[in-house]
């Protein structure tokens, strides 16, 4: 199984409001459920202005994964990133994942001269959790009650990797 990792373009929309309607995505994600493809062809377009970078995993012709780098405009912030990530529910436990997060670490230090890359996670995410710990990132604390999710305000593990953990 080849994945090609390359930027997101307009056209990945409809793919990625496939990928962000599935349950199994809806509830890792701090995303609303079923977005549409209008809602993300605006998103990704505006991503210059807002300081985003996406990228997708493509397999073949099909678009399996997706990640998106979230730079800072405040400069004395502006040495932190974080991301966003997601994968199509029938293509999960392939390592399509660890292979967007590696392609989005090397992204961020080696060339956005980022210090810090953080990410959020639900606290009952293990599997994400543990393929986070694997990469190398460290729990820096939990936010309490963070995110509504299923009825319910839930909690918000915080984890980051530095650069110096990095190379």
């Not at 809806?26 to 809602?39: C, F, I, K, R, V």
């Not at 729990?139 to 309490?144: D, F, P, S």
């Amino acid at each position: 199984m080849s994945v090609i990792i390359r930027p997101v373009t307009r056209y990945d929309a409809s793919r990625l409001a496939e990928i962000y309607s599935q349950p199994d995505v809806q509830q890792n994600t701090l995303q609303l459920p079923y977005p549409s493809t209008q809602l993300w062809e605006e998103r990704i377009l505006n991503y210059p202005n807002i300081g985003h970078i996406g990228f997708v995993a493509v397999i073949g012709e099909v678009v399996v994964g997706n990640i998106t780098l979230f730079t800072e405009k405040v400069i004395r912030v502006r040495h932190n990133v974080s991301f966003g990530v997601a994968v199509d529910a029938s293509y999960t436990r392939r390592g399509i994942a660890q292979q967007l997060i590696d392609f989005a670490l090397d992204y961020a230090f080696n060339w956005l001269a980022a210090q810090r890359v953080e990410l959020r996670v639900f606290s009952d995410n293990l599997p994400a959790i543990s393929l986070y710990q694997k990469l190398g990132f460290v729990v820096e604390g939990t936010l309490r009650q963070a995110a509504f999710k299923d009825g319910r305000y839930q909690d918000i593990i915080v984890m980051s990797k530095l650069v110096s953990e990095y190379f």
